[in-house]
């Protein structure tokens, strides 16, 4: 009976987790004749379209697998060659195993296929078919489409195992989570990100575009220089005054509380998302801190 109470459980955690996902629809954007971004529940996923076939960037999660390929469909008939997982979250990673089945070769850092085969949360294990089939230690130069993609890790920044995709002639820059647009990022601190590395991954995805650069953000809306530009600022901004919290002498939780820190991107509602405003101060004092 208990293994039978057990199975149901199962059951039902699988069914919630997938209903959950019944009302996302798949909607697109075009950003040049041939690239495209969609956006769903998860991170967003890059498209390039043309006659070598489809190329993507991230997968968002498992059950929403045929909505994407279907809004692939209507952008291509021709076969999915590639995803380029930009570090291994569950929701830019959670479709590899249907990509794959679909017929397309997974790509990621060396980091990205070395926490995939860890453990999930629940103790489940991901399939075979989710791993990276190549992997790369600094960077990797594709050529689909008619169009040179430029692929660099950025070191500990959002994860440890973070990528930025450039497309060098439709000049689209897909950052992953290194970017959240209009709110708080995420820095997974017990995933190798660091908010040191993570500013310099901004740095680095800015030394590679100009203003007219359509930029992909993890999260949110389409951006451009300007906006990723704004976006630096925060970050350093927030370093500056979390390091000098910490030199007169504040403990974290007189940090995590005070509001003067991140006052205007407050006001602005950066942390309406995943990361409220406690929670990213917070964040900045433990990776200053080094803990």
């Known amino acids: 009976m208990k293994l039978l109470a057990i199975s149901f459980s199962l059951l039902f955690t699988t069914l919630s987790s997938a209903q959950r996902f019944d009302d996302v629809e798949i909607k697109t954007e075009q950003l040049s004749d041939h690239t495209y971004v969609l956006f769903g529940a998860g991170g967003n996923i890059g498209v390039s379209v043309g006659d070598d076939g489809v190329f993507i960037i991230d ?12 809004a692939i469909k209507a952008l291509s008939d021709k076969p999915l060659r ?24 997974i790509v990621a850092h060396d980091n990205v296929k070395v926490r995939l085969k860890q453990p999930r949360r629940d103790g489940s294990e991901n399939p075979i078919e989710a791993f990276p ?4 230690n600094d960077k990797l130069n594709m050529t689909i489409n008619g169009e040179d993609v430029a692929i660099f890790h950025v070191d500990n920044a959002h994860t440890d195992g973070d990528a930025l995709l450039y497309f060098t002639q439709s000049n689209v820059l897909h950052t992953g989570d290194t ?7 995420y820095i997974d601190l017990n995933s190798g990100g660091s908010v040191e590395g993570y500013i310099e991954a901004v740095k680095r995805g800015l030394m590679v575009i100009d203003d007219s650069t359509k930029i992909i953000p993890g999260h949110g809306t389409v951006s451009n220089k300007a906006e ?4 630096l600022k925060l970050l ?40 409220n405003s406690e929670r990213i101060r917070l964040t900045f004092y433990k990776s200053l801190m080094g803990k």
């Open 82 to 105: 590639y995803v380029v997982n930009t570090h291994y979250h569950g929701d830019h990673t959670g479709g590899n195993e249907n990509m794959a089945n679909a017929g397309a070769t």
């Open 236 to 275: 350093e901004t927030l370093r500056n005054r979390v390091n000098k919290a910490i030199a007169e002498g504040k403990s974290e939780g007189e940090i995590k509380a005070d509001t003067s820190i991140t006052k205007e991107w407050d006001a602005l509602d950066y942390g309406s998302g995943f990361i």
């Open 179 to 185: 970017y959240f647009n209009g709110r708080y990022p």
């Open 228 to 231: 990723y530009e704004r976006f």
């Open 59 to 70: 997968d968002q999660f498992a059950p929403l697998s045929e909505k994407i390929l279907t």
């Open 133 to 136: 089939v190549i992997t790369f």
